[in-house]
């Protein structure tokens, strides 16, 4: 059974870092592109950082550019996305999504037969 399980939300200050993990079962990683994506109340989702798996090749938003940075580990079954600076705007449900044979950019732009996992809020606030 395919699995994603997202962790490491919370709330954090602007400004501050928080590093958010999802954890892979059912499938091998490798034939998969993984990347996180996010979605505030009123907005459609948003693909942020994609990685494939064949060539390590990412895409990254331009509203997280420079902020964020995706990484995967294909030993531990789990993709991780650091995020720092962040700002009242990056608070959304975060989730964790994986792709067979995509894009890294294809992913993050254009998702199809993607699996999904539960989310993981991420709360920026003073």
């Known amino acids: 059974q395919v699995q994603l399980v997202e962790s490491g939300g919370g709330l954090v200050q602007p400004g501050g870092s928080l590093r958010l993990s999802c954890a892979a079962s059912?499938?091998?990683?490798?034939?998969?592109?993984l990347g996180w994506f996010r979605q505030a109340p009123g907005k459609e989702r948003e693909g942020l950082s994609c990685i494939r798996s064949n060539d390590g090749s990412t895409y990254d938003a331009d509203s997280v550019k420079g902020r964020f940075t995706i990484s995967r580990d294909n030993r531990e079954n789990k993709v991780y996305l650091q995020m720092n600076s962040l700002t009242p705007e990056d608070t959304a449900v975060y989730y964790c999504?994986?792709?067979?044979?995509?894009?890294?950019?294809?992913?993050?732009?254009?998702?199809?037969?993607?699996?999904w996992g539960q989310g993981t809020q991420v709360t920026v606030s003073s």
């Open positions: 059912g499938f091998t990683m490798d034939y998969y592109t």
């Open positions: 999504a994986a792709e067979m044979g995509a894009s890294a950019r294809g992913l993050c732009v254009s998702p199809l037969r993607v699996k």
